[in-house]
């Protein structure tokens, strides 16, 4: 009931390579293998990236906005 044999996961290699073919697994798995790279690189990217892309608006030196904090009343 536990884990498989070695025979039961030759099988199913067997028959994925039937269904799917070598080419498509190959697809696949290069396909995969990009996101996890991504991926990876996102975070490693993430926690260093300090430049301004276009998408992020630019920063008002000198601007000052004056607000006045209150507490919210419940009813």
């Known amino acids: 009931m536990g884990s498989f044999s070695i025979t039961h996961w030759l099988i ?9 073919g070598t080419k498509k697994l190959r697809n696949i798995g290069s396909d995969l293998g ?14 260093n990236d300090t430049a301004v892309t276009p998408e992020q608006p630019t920063q008002h030196v000198g601007r000052t906005i004056d607000v006045k904090a209150e507490e919210k009343v419940k009813s």
């Open 12 to 20: 199913v290699l067997v028959i994925v390579l039937l269904i799917f």
């Open 34 to 47: 990009g996101a996890v790279k991504g991926f990876k690189d996102g975070v490693k990217g993430g926690e």
